[in-house]
């Protein structure tokens, strides 16, 4: 019940969610997506040239694939890549999270005229596990979701001074836009005008002569002004042409190209379905899924007597669902500016949803919870050298205490949903704590024996070495197929000083046994990704260690390989670089 959700407890779960997302802000595991590792490379280089642009990238097909704001955004937060850290380069994104959730604070409690509700709604927003995903990283979500939303959010807050505003308003909208472009794409002008539109169309009761006469020629002067904002990328740019041929028709006008068959297809069967889209903007959500579901039930029974804020909301939703649905190309990740319509609205009927949305979401938290404690319990059983400190456990117990604790009392099942929520991405950081001390960095031996050497490092992604960058400083980095990465014997054959990994509880002497003049230089403990279904069967079954983790040795073997500049190993007969 809403009665029970009183200023204290939600001052109380707002520290635990400040604490949850400040949690592991640096850590090399962090939920995030694997656009971040391109993003940085992309940094990187740029700053390494001197030049705010063009951008510069040494990947095939990766290099103005996004506009320059988050890259400008990373050369500012890190000195001109002078103070190279995930902190650095992801506090940025932080700010504009919190923002956000502020400003949805202020909007939601303006109109509804509740503090409790404005804060209920940043808190929601914030437990959805897409903003704790792409909130977080350096990736270009957190500035395009601030951005696209500033303006419908100030349209809630204002009410009648925004939507009668002649000049004010639209030119304040127009740069949110077009600063949000600058950051993500210039498409996103079309969602946001077709939102706006609606949004005007609406506040007018509907009455197409009053939207024409009082609102067209604002909605034409924040899309001309927006749009010359993202056109400044051409202006400044050397290379204009690059521009379009890479970004504006790769890297959007390949999204409406069939995926398969043909469009139609497409649009109803398959990955790309609109089924599809649906559910992963409500998957967005994540553990609040079945909350959400619940509450567009809700507003459905109760359509007719909707606030005309609810209502926008709900445009808002509607506008960009049918937008991305166009594109052949559909993803839920594309709505991630509409998740805070969607924690405004389940703040809004928060008082009257059903309890088994809540008691979904906390039986979802206890599995987490659960595989979190066993897969724990059972690397500290099986290895000495991982270790939790006794604060990690002593989390572990409150959340899956709060947790049953909202399944039996009924009076805070719903503020414990919330608060166990911000619980479980602190357990899921803490669960990965001991790989990012020493157990999973190379000591500083390792790292000044590798000084400006090559280095030959498993990448199962691209741009995977900007990772390695943070573990070996100084060193240059080259990246072979992580598929060989126990393939000591052909390794060492080909490269003079590479890592290469082994399960744990084996033993590399064996292997070394044959190379008297090859030397480990320095180990850690990694965790491997992309898993064979076989291998994930093997980890149910209990076999973490040998599957889920890796011993990572770096050893200088007697290979002789020649000099490699970037992008030119193939001409020096070596295997083209994997990162790239």
């Known amino acids: 019940m809403q009665g029970n959700f009183s200023i204290r407890s939600a001052l109380l779960i707002l520290l635990l969610a400040v604490v949850s997302y400040f949690y592991g802000l640096d850590s090399r595991f962090a939920p995030k997506n694997g656009d971040e590792y391109p993003y940085m490379h992309i940094v990187r280089l740029t700053a390494d040239s001197g030049h705010w642009l063009p951008l510069q990238s040494e990947m095939d097909g990766l290099k103005n694939t996004k506009p320059p704001l988050l890259f400008w955004q990373g050369i500012a937060s890190t000195s001109w890549a002078s103070q190279w850290t995930l902190w650095n380069l992801r506090w940025p994104n932080l700010l504009y999270t919190g923002l956000t959730a502020f400003f949805l604070f202020l909007a939601v409690r303006r109109f509804s005229a509740q503090t409790k509700t404005g804060i209920l709604a940043a808190l929601v927003w914030l437990a959805f596990f897409s903003s704790y995903r792409y909130g977080r990283p350096f990736l270009t979500d957190p500035a395009e979701v601030f951005f696209l939303t500033l303006p419908f959010m100030g349209l809630l807050y204002w009410g009648k001074t925004a939507f009668d505003s002649r000049l004010l308003f639209p030119v304040f909208a127009a740069l949110c836009f077009g600063l949000a472009l600058l950051a993500k794409s210039f498409a996103y002008i079309v969602p946001a005008t077709?939102?706006?539109?609606?949004?005007?169309?609406?506040?007018?009761?509907?009455?197409?002569?009053?939207?024409?006469?009082?609102?067209?020629?604002?909605?034409?002067?924040?899309?001309?002004?927006?749009?010359?904002?993202?056109?400044?990328?051409?202006?400044?740019?050397?290379?204009?042409?690059?521009?379009?041929?890479?970004?504006?028709?790769?890297?959007?006008?390949?999204?409406?190209?069939?995926?398969?068959?043909?469009?139609?297809?497409?649009?109803?069967?398959?990955?790309?379905?609109?089924?599809?889209?649906?559910?992963t903007t409500l998957a967005n959500a994540g553990l609040f899924i079945a909350v959400l579901v619940n509450t567009l039930w809700q507003c459905w029974r109760e359509r007719r007597f909707l606030s005309i804020e609810e209502n926008l909301l709900l445009l808002l939703i509607a506008a960009f669902l049918i937008v991305f649905s166009l594109p052949s190309q559909r993803s839920g990740r594309y709505l991630l500016p509409v998740m805070p319509a969607f924690a405004a609205l389940i703040a809004l009927h928060w008082q009257h949803l059903s309890f088994w949305g809540f008691?979904?979401?906390?039986?979802?938290?206890?599995?987490?919870?659960?595989?979190?404690?066993?897969?724990?319990?059972?690397?500290?059983?099986?290895?000495?050298?991982?270790?939790?400190?006794?604060?990690?456990?002593?989390?572990?117990?409150?959340?899956?205490?709060?947790?049953?604790?909202?399944?039996?009392?009924?009076?805070?099942?719903?503020?414990?949903?919330?608060?166990?929520?911000?619980?479980?991405?602190?357990?899921?950081?803490?669960?990965?704590?001991?790989?990012?001390?020493?157990?999973?960095r190379y000591d500083f031996q390792a790292i000044e024996a590798v000084q400006e050497k090559a280095v030959w490092i498993p990448c199962d992604y691209r741009a995977k070495d900007e990772e390695y960058r943070l573990l070996l400083p100084g060193a240059q980095l080259h990246g072979y197929p992580s598929q060989q990465a126990n393939d000591i014997t052909g390794l060492l054959g080909q490269y003079p000083l590479v890592a290469v990994q082994a399960p744990l509880n084996s033993s590399i002497e064996e292997k070394l046994a044959?190379?008297?003049?090859?030397?480990?230089?320095?180990?850690?403990?990694?965790?491997?990704?992309?898993?064979?279904?076989?291998?994930?069967?093997?980890?149910?079954?209990?076999?973490?260690?040998?599957?889920?983790?890796?011993?990572?040795?770096?050893?200088?073997?007697?290979?002789?390989?020649?000099?490699?500049?970037?992008?030119?190993?193939?001409?020096?007969?070596?295997?083209k670089d994997a990162c790239r």
């Not at 509907?206 to 009082?214: H, P, V, Y």
């Not at 069967?537 to 390989?561: C, D, S, T």
Request: with cysteine; glycine share 8%; charged share 15%.
């Open 194 to 279: 077709f939102a706006l539109t609606l949004y005007y169309w609406r506040w007018r009761e509907w009455s197409l002569s009053k939207f024409i006469t009082r609102d067209l020629l604002k909605l034409a002067l924040i899309v001309i002004v927006a749009l010359g904002v993202f056109a400044l990328w051409f202006l400044l740019d050397p290379s204009p042409e690059a521009i379009w041929r890479e970004f504006v028709l790769g890297e959007n006008a390949g999204k409406f190209q069939a995926r398969s068959s043909n469009y139609l297809f497409d649009l109803f069967r398959g990955g790309d379905s609109i089924w599809m889209l649906i559910l």
């Open 359 to 440: 008691r979904f979401a906390l039986v979802l938290q206890l599995i987490i919870l659960g595989a979190l404690t066993w897969v724990g319990f059972n690397l500290q059983a099986e290895n000495p050298i991982w270790h939790y400190s006794s604060g990690h456990w002593v989390l572990m117990a409150i959340s899956v205490t709060c947790a049953l604790l909202g399944l039996t009392k009924t009076q805070w099942c719903k503020s414990l949903t919330l608060a166990v929520c911000f619980l479980s991405y602190c357990a899921l950081n803490s669960s990965l704590a001991p790989l990012e001390g020493a157990l999973g």
């Open 514 to 575: 044959a190379c008297p003049s090859c030397n480990i230089i320095g180990h850690r403990m990694e965790m491997r990704a992309r898993q064979t279904p076989q291998e994930i069967e093997a980890i149910l079954k209990g076999h973490i260690g040998e599957y889920l983790f890796v011993n990572e040795y770096l050893i200088a073997g007697p290979a002789i390989v020649p000099s490699v500049e970037p992008g030119n190993e193939l001409s020096s007969g070596l295997p």
